[in-house]
């Protein structure tokens, strides 16, 4: 099984909400990702969760917030987002890839996203 | 020089025609090769995932990867209508920048009936 799910598929959120996109796999994978996706572009990279401890953070502004409660759950809280945020925001998982070869992510199917 | 190049397409061919995707990259640093399709508004597909050159077969499916060239391609064979999809290219160059994909801004790909 090579599933990732997001939750909720889509979102519509006023600038002042506070929501939050929820992503699980159970293929037993250490490393964790939110991306970014606007339209006609590749993902972008936001956050990067390892053994559950957050390991990168492209700059992203604090309005976006990361949480890993454990191995298999991801959580990206919003708070007072902008309507430039809105996008498709897609979590992604892989095996702890250093020293395995494996270095592949298989992404969810995606939260639509949009800022009102 | 951006570090991968790829077509954006779009790309139209017949149903039956074999297709050619392909991707050109500046970091030798790459070692691992990654091939995703993506339906509109739906998330990545991981196709094919290779790390040595040569070819992989999966099905319809073939990559292709030539590490001296800098140059990894995709072939559809057969193609059918439900492979219309914006196909996007991945590498990592793997150990402490293994979380690192570097993607190739997609190749729309349309199969005509």
């Known amino acids: 099984d090579t599933e990732v799910t997001q939750t909720p598929k889509h979102l519509v959120m006023g600038m002042t909400n506070k929501k939050s996109l929820k992503c699980e796999q159970h293929m037993g994978h250490r490393a964790m990702y939110w991306y970014k996706q606007k339209a006609k572009k590749p993902p972008e990279l936001m956050f990067v969760?390892?053994?559950?401890?957050?390991?990168i953070n492209e700059s992203v502004p604090s309005r976006f917030s990361p949480e890993c409660p454990n191995s298999s759950l991801l959580n990206l809280h919003l708070h007072a987002l902008q309507p430039e945020d809105s996008a498709l925001y897609l979590c992604?998982?892989?095996?702890?890839?250093?020293?395995?070869?494996?270095?592949?992510?298989?992404f969810g199917p995606g939260t639509r996203l949009t800022v009102t | 020089q951006k570090e991968v190049e790829q077509d954006p397409g779009p790309l139209s061919v017949p149903e039956g025609a074999i297709v050619s995707l392909n991707c050109t990259y500046s970091n030798s640093a790459f070692q691992y090769f990654m091939w995703y399709r993506q339906y509109s508004r739906k998330g990545p597909e991981l196709l094919m995932y290779?790390?040595?050159?040569g070819n992989k077969e999966d099905g319809r499916f073939t990559a292709q990867v030539d590490k001296s060239s800098k140059y990894i391609s995709l072939f559809i064979r057969d193609s059918q209508p439900s492979d219309s999809a914006t196909y996007l290219c991945?590498?990592?160059?793997?150990?402490?920048?293994?979380?690192?994909?570097?993607f190739g801004k997609g190749t729309k790909l349309s199969v005509i009936p």
């Open positions: 290779t790390y040595s050159s």
């Open positions: 992604a998982s892989s095996q702890e890839g250093a020293g395995t070869g494996h270095y592949e992510q298989y």
């Open positions: 991945a590498m990592s160059a793997g150990g402490a920048g293994s979380y690192q994909l570097t």
């Open positions: 969760y390892s053994y559950e401890k957050l390991s």
